[in-house]
């Protein structure tokens, strides 16, 4: 079963749903910003992406400007953040078992299709 981290204001993120939606495959949308994920479960997604917590920050959005341009943070702190502040999300995320990607480009998805 396919999850998708979902905003449906994001043009990238409403591409790359219609991108499964065209494969015909069985999918979750989660959408995040309304039911943001737990530390656990935002953690097993940075594993599965192969990244680090920091590179899935939105450094553009204002609530990092506001709170954390600039700072050094660990990974756990960076992970507080993203809880606490869920637009800080990169967006979409794909997962499929236990791999998972960016959907920046929303081409990156065919990738697990």
């Given at each position: 079963m396919i999850t998708i981290y979902h905003n449906p204001r994001c043009s990238k993120?409403?591409?790359t749903l219609g991108l499964i939606e065209g494969?015909?495959?069985d999918f979750v949308v989660k959408e995040y910003?309304?039911?943001?994920?737990s530390k656990s479960e935002l953690e097993e997604v940075i594993e599965k992406l192969g990244i680090s917590p920091e590179q899935l920050i939105r450094k553009g959005e204002p609530d990092y400007k506001e709170n954390?341009?600039?700072?050094?943070?660990?990974?756990?702190?960076?992970i507080d953040a993203m809880i606490k502040y869920p637009k800080l999300i990169e967006?979409?995320?794909v997962i499929d078992g236990s791999k998972a990607v960016?959907?920046?480009p929303p081409e990156n998805v065919l990738e697990l299709l």
């Amino acid at each position: 079963m396919i999850t998708i981290y979902h905003n449906p204001r994001c043009s990238k993120s409403r591409q790359t749903l219609g991108l499964i939606e065209g494969k015909g495959k069985d999918f979750v949308v989660k959408e995040y910003l309304k039911n943001p994920p737990s530390k656990s479960e935002l953690e097993e997604v940075i594993e599965k992406l192969g990244i680090s917590p920091e590179q899935l920050i939105r450094k553009g959005e204002p609530d990092y400007k506001e709170n954390f341009r600039g700072k050094k943070l660990t990974d756990s702190e960076w992970i507080d953040a993203m809880i606490k502040y869920p637009k800080l999300i990169e967006r979409p995320i794909v997962i499929d078992g236990s791999k998972a990607v960016l959907g920046r480009p929303p081409e990156n998805v065919l990738e697990l299709l």
